[in-house]
């Protein structure tokens, strides 16, 4: 069964933290993957795309690294901030086409000032 | 540009009763999915259109679920005979292509059935 796993569940670390949230799935020859962000209430914003063929992607201050050997993904925030609380996803392609994500149940991270 | 919509925010329905579930994909996305988030958990796919067709419908729970998107762009999840727990926020993602494309999600529809 393909399948998500994000630890922690929960997180909470003082503003200016360094931070790394994991995911990893169960299958090594997945497609893409894609971090989101969901504020309570809301809808989930699109952070990154990591293409099969890459191993990192940046934006600003996120970076996530794909490693499909060993069937994991990380984001790393740095300089954590307040604004930065929320739940983040992981969602994995299984397939190139014709499918859905597959999402982790997230990690919820609070910043403290 | 504008993202997706979803319309309502929130539907309150007594059990037994039939609802509708709009989205509004962004201009020009061939894909359309429709997701079901409960409580703590991630998204759970319903459903996947590639166009005006339904390409995937393995994630609908059973046949109460139906949706449809005649035109290739408004898409409408339809549930009948609403069940408790059918509870839940229905969340509607498009893309622009279907190959492993990022998503772009609505805000949702919280549904509560009483």
């Known amino acids: 069964k393909q399948e998500v796993t994000q630890i922690p569940a929960a997180l909470s670390v003082p503003e200016g933290e360094n931070l790394v949230l994991n995911c990893s799935f169960t299958d090594s020859a997945i497609y893409n993957l894609q971090w989101f962000r969901q504020d309570p209430g809301k809808g989930l914003t699109s952070l990154l795309l990591?293409?099969?063929?890459?191993r990192e992607q940046t934006s600003g201050r996120l970076n996530a690294s794909l490693d499909k050997s060993s069937g994991r993904s990380t984001l790393y925030i740095a300089a954590s901030q307040p604004g930065d609380s929320a739940t983040y996803l992981c969602?994995?392609?299984?397939?190139?086409?014709?499918?859905?994500?597959?999402f982790g149940k997230g990690t919820t991270l609070s910043v403290s000032s | 540009g504008a993202g997706v919509s979803q319309t309502p925010s929130n539907k309150v329905t007594e059990k037994g009763k039939y609802v509708e579930l709009r989205c509004d994909p962004i201009?020009?996305?061939?894909?359309l999915y429709w997701y079901r988030q409960s409580l703590g958990q991630g998204p759970e796919f319903l459903i996947y259109f590639q166009g005006t067709g339904a390409a995937d419908d393995s994630g609908l729970p059973n046949d109460r679920f139906f949706a449809v998107r005649p035109e290739g762009s408004v898409s409408t999840l339809k549930i009948q005979r609403t069940e408790r727990g059918d509870s839940a926020v229905y969340l509607c993602?498009?893309?622009?292509?279907?190959?492993?494309?990022?998503?772009?999600f609505g805000p949702g529809t919280r549904l509560t059935v009483l």
């Open positions: 969602a994995v392609y299984f397939n190139q086409a014709g499918t859905a994500l597959i």
């Open positions: 990591i293409q099969s063929s890459q």
């Open positions: 993602a498009s893309s622009e292509t279907s190959y492993a494309d990022t998503q772009y």
């Open positions: 201009s020009g996305h061939t894909a």
